[in-house]
């Protein structure tokens, strides 16, 4: 069992920085691919970013690429979301999401675990 809690969501301005942070418990986090996902008032969950067991490789959305960075520390057990240049259409809920494999780390339904959420408003 792995448990995700998400942290370092708020409130930014349009072209500002936030970084999110998903602490896991459990000893199987290095076996885990990552995944952020996020959720718009009225819009259906989308894939945000994803990262290897080892953190050799990673996968983004095209609307945050070149913006987000995701990044793991397999000694504190977190993975992290680096967000730059911020947009208001960035403000969603945003979801720390694990799952064994990398093939499917765009599908929601693939990932076996998921934080709570941690909101992100993003000002104009």
């Known amino acids: 069992q792995v448990q995700l809690v998400e942290s370092g969501g708020g409130l930014a301005q349009a072209g500002g920085s936030l970084r999110l942070s998903c602490a896991a418990s459990?000893?199987?986090?290095?076996?885990?691919?990552m995944g952020w996902f996020r959720q718009a008032p009225g819009k259906e969950r989308e894939f945000v970013a994803a990262?290897?067991?080892?953190?050799?490789?990673?996968d983004f959305a095209e609307s945050v690429k070149g913006r987000f960075t995701i990044s793991r520390n397999i000694y504190r057990n977190t993975v992290y979301l680096q967000m730059m240049s911020l947009k208001p259409e960035d403000t969603a809920v945003y979801y720390c999401?694990?799952?064994?494999?990398?093939?499917?780390?765009?599908?929601?339904?693939?990932?076996?675990?998921w934080g709570q959420g941690t909101q992100v408003t993003v000002s104009s």
């Open positions: 999401a694990a799952t064994p494999v990398w093939e499917t780390r765009v599908v929601g339904s693939a990932y076996d675990y």
């Open positions: 990262i290897t067991q080892s953190g050799d490789n990673t």
């Open positions: 459990g000893r199987t986090f290095r076996g885990l691919v």
